[in-house]
């Protein structure tokens, strides 16, 4: 017996709707505020990650899935959908065409991480790319897509915490950066070991970590907002006033740095009360240098990746309504050999008007027929036995009421609509 690979999971057939609903919302989301989807592969040249997502970050450092191929290049399984968008809207010129260039993807993404709840090797993110807008109008927009999408699913704004924060720029964070590394080499000895590593080429990301005596540190740490230069700080004060006016509620949090090296000013995660210590849903902000970083033109950007493994924990946690698929329309039983002739035809003619039609394929006896019909939830069973052949009509079967009578083919049409 051959296992699945540790962190990841099957959808069956009998969860599969809940997948089609959240991605339905994605794209309905997607279409109300006019992005297309853009698709690109799952695996990349690993350069592209090491440029892009950074290498002071935890995916570069131990999370990617990364391997030679045949011809010795070496790939890596994509960790995150920014960086492959950056470098298609290269790659393509996507940059010429009337900006802004808004795109969404929904993709597999995967990490090595020590599976836990909400923390899997293969996950799935619905995410949003702005590019070629740099106003804090553009950051407003990315938090209102991600917004939106929650609600659609849902979760409505009281399971829900906006928390904001700008990280600043090339321009001021390197002042920033000062001050924490003066900070945290005074108190190193109480940090945990990865924090200690991270003091010299990251101390951002201390602001991070998760660990209780890194957390008790940090909360004493100094605040970027102070630091801020003034055009950072007006971004951010411009986009405080455009989520006030768009009437939705936030929470400056000076703690949200975001784990990948490529943000820049605007960082934000909505975080749900309603999965514990995994209850970010989504993560997103401005990237300006990324696009340049990955070897194009100097290009704004901002976006959000959310996951939908913990999109749909939350909905279903908070029991929020996903509908169930119906059974089919018609279940056609055959009754004797030729009935199956006859099934097909009819199966054919009614799936061509659009109808969800089953028939029977093993050749079961009518009481196991009926007993699987039942159990699929089928609306309408119809019989096919020698009788009905002769009289060229069908017996129907309303499984609502349990009442059986003889239509010719029209009727049942009909009675379908
Ligand atoms: P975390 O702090 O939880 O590790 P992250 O900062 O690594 O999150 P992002 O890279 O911003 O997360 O990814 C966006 C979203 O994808 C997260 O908010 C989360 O919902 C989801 N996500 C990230 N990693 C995983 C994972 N290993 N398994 C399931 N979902 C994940
Ligand atoms: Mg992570």
């Not at 829900?160 to 950066?177: D, F, M, V």
Request: glycine share 8%.
């Amino acid at each position: 017996m051959i296992n699945i690979p540790k962190g990841t999971k099957d959808v069956l057939p009998a969860d599969s709707y809940k997948w089609h609903y959240v991605e339905d919302k994605a794209m309905e989301v997607a279409k109300e505020f006019c992005i297309q989807e853009i698709r690109t592969p799952v695996f990349e040249h690993t350069e592209l990650f090491l440029r892009g997502v950074g290498d002071t970050t935890d995916i570069v450092n131990k999370e990617m899935y990364t391997f030679n191929d045949k011809g010795g290049r070496s790939i890596t399984l994509k960790p995150e959908g920014t960086a492959g968008v950056a470098r298609a809207f290269i790659e393509n010129g996507l940059g010429e065409m009337p900006q802004p260039t808004k795109m969404y993807y929904i993709t597999p993404v995967f990490r090595y991480e020590r599976p836990q709840a909400g923390r899997l090797r293969e996950h799935h993110q619905f995410g949003v790319e702005i590019y070629g807008a740099s106003s804090a109008q553009a950051d407003a927009e990315v938090i209102l897509i991600a917004k939106a999408m929650l609600n659609k699913c849902g979760i409505a704004d009281e399971m829900l915490t906006l928390k904001i924060n700008s990280i600043g720029c090339p321009q001021c964070r390197p002042r920033y950066n000062a001050a924490l590394k003066e900070y945290f080499a005074a108190h190193i000895e109480e940090m945990c070991p990865t924090c200690r590593e991270r003091l010299e080429k990251n101390p951002l990301r201390i602001l991070d970590c998760k660990e209780e005596r890194c957390k008790q540190v940090a909360a004493k740490a100094p605040v970027i907002l102070d630091f801020l230069c003034d055009e950072c700080k007006s971004h951010h004060e411009l986009l405080c006033g455009a989520l006030q006016a768009a009437g939705v509620k936030f929470e400056t949090d000076p703690h949200i740095v975001r784990g990948l090296d490529y943000y820049t000013r605007t960082v934000f995660e909505f975080v749900s009360t309603a999965i514990g210590a995994q209850g970010t849903v989504c993560g997103g902000g401005r990237y300006d240098g990324l696009v340049q970083q990955v070897g194009g033109k100097p290009t704004p950007a901002a976006g959000f990746g959310m996951g939908l493994e913990r999109l749909l924990m939350v909905m279903q946690n908070m029991g929020a309504e996903i509908p169930a698929p119906q059974g089919p329309d018609v279940y056609i039983a055959p009754l004797c050999e030729q009935g199956y002739e006859k099934a097909v035809k009819l199966a054919s003619a009614l799936r061509s008007l659009g109808f969800a039609v089953e028939r029977e394929m093993s050749g079961r006896s009518l009481k196991a027929q009926m007993k699987y019909a039942a159990k699929i939830g089928a609306k309408k069973v119809v019989f096919i036995g020698e009788d009905e052949l002769q009289k060229g009509i069908y017996t129907v079967k309303n499984m609502a009421d349990g009442t059986s009578r003889p239509m010719t083919e029209e009727e049942l049409t009909e009675a379908l609509k």
